[in-house]
């Protein structure tokens, strides 16, 4: 059995390093439930443990993401996944992404304190400047978790994204480094 370092923690939940174990279990379905797919780019095509498989792995290798698992702590429950994309080093800016694909785990405030502890490895582990997320207009949550970290809308981009046979539009949103609101 492997044993879980928390790589971050906070409350009832703590990240770590994804695993081939996570693939096998619930998360490639996750982006086939078009609940949990709702408002993003994925659930277009079906997904397959191979595709998450080889997502995972080029993920984890690659020096413009940083890819972590989030795990509900009392029951050791893989819920999700957060990470920082297209992280650029000159500029420092990268872009926020984040699914709790377990909706069991929806409405706790995890998906708020996530968002905290991610935008906070930005700024304090890799010396990031500003982060970023495009959020759809209809994504409350989203916008909520994104708002309480000190994200700002920053412009709107008019039918971005392509769904079911209807166009969302987005927000830009961003927080810069001293813009940053830490929860507890
Ligand atoms: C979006 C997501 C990360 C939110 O996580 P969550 O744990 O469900 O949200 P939280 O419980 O932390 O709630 C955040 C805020 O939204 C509010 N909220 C939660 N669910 C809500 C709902 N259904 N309607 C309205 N508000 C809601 C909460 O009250 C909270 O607001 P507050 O801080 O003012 O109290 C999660 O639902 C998810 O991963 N969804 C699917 C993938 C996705 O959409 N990813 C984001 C793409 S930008």
Known sequence: MTVDTPFMERGEIYL????????????????????????QDKGIFPNTREKQRAYMQSASSSSSDVLLAIVHRETGTHIGNVGLHDIDWVHRSAQLGIMIGSKDFWGRGYGRDVWNMITEYGFDRINLNR???????????????????????????????????????????NVLRDEFKRLE
């Open 16 to 39: 770590r390093e994804p695993r081939e174990s996570d693939v096998d279990g619930a998360w490639y379905a996750w982006l086939n439930d078009p609940e949990v797919t709702r408002y």
């Open 131 to 173: 982060i970023y997320a495009w959020i759809i207009k209809e994504n409350v949550p989203s916008l909520k978790a994104a708002e309480a970290s000190g994200y700002k809308i920053v412009g709107e981009v008019p039918d971005y994204l392509y769904k079911n046979g209807v166009y969302y539009s987005a927000y830009y949103t």
